[in-house]
């Protein structure tokens, strides 16, 4: 630190004047230190979602931890306050605001995020899991190769499973009165497009979410489908 001598003969405006400049380089100092990039401090997503969200060495096709780095909070697993008159154990898929409930009971539901049919290709009804699927074979309908011959024709034999499969690790096959309606809750190659209305009338969700889904519902499970909705739900809690 700079040693200032006060002359004898200087008066009492100097030394203030002095001992002002002295302070305001010790402040500077001090405020450059304490503010250094690597300490700015940025906040990450939660450890307990870093967890959830982490890599999956153990499927078929074991894959790597999902970036949720700039998913929306609300888009990612977890126990809420659920207002409902559906029964526990159904599936409440809420297009509009990018929401799958599933029903537990005591007005509680598990909700995961979740990506929706592009406009003019959204589903709404009452159906049933029909089917469910590990690691499944994807074969696009006439309908979407018709809408994108380029990008669908060459897997109208079908897409083996596998990381590139956009049904992903897992997927639910909704029915109506025994049939299959085509529609599916399914996994996603594209994380970043959950909360968005992209897919081609199907559900998507983290690969993560969707094993965790896959595990909790059985064959027969209900499953509603609205379209803007405004859900009940009231807070969160950390995921269980």
């Avoid at 100097?14 to 001992?19: M, N, P, Y």
């Avoid at 994807?138 to 897409?159: L, Q």
Wanted: with cysteine.
């Amino acid at each position: 630190m700079p040693r200032f001598r006060l002359l004898p003969h200087q008066g009492s405006s100097i030394h203030l004047a002095v001992l002002g400049i002295t302070l305001l380089a010790l402040t500077l100092a001090g405020c450059v230190s304490t503010q250094a990039p690597q300490q700015a401090g940025l906040k990450g997503p939660h450890p307990a979602y870093v967890a959830m969200y982490g890599p999956q060495p153990n499927e078929r096709f074991p894959f790597p931890a999902t970036d949720i780095s700039s998913v929306d909070p609300q888009f990612l697993r977890q126990e809420v306050a659920y207002d409902t008159v559906e029964r526990p154990g159904t599936i409440v898929i809420d297009t509009a605001n990018r929401h799958l409930y599933l029903v537990r009971e005591n007005g509680r539901a598990l909700r995961y995020g979740i990506g929706v049919g592009a406009a003019g290709m959204k589903w709404a009804g009452r159906a049933q899991v029909g089917r469910k699927a590990e690691w499944p074979r994807w074969t696009p309908t006439a309908a979407m190769i018709k809408r994108d011959p380029e990008r669908n024709r060459r897997w109208a034999g079908g897409m083996s499973p596998g990381p590139g499969n956009p049904l992903g690790p897992r997927a639910l096959y909704l029915f109506q009165d025994g049939r299959d309606t085509l529609y599916r809750i399914h996994g996603t190659t594209e994380p970043d497009t959950i909360g968005e209305a992209v897919s081609s009338g199907c559900i998507r969700m983290l690969n993560q979410d969707i094993l965790d889904l896959y595990g909790r519902v059985p064959v027969g499970t209900p499953v509603v489908v609205l379209q803007d909705m405004h859900t009940a739900d009231t807070g969160t809690e950390p995921p269980t």
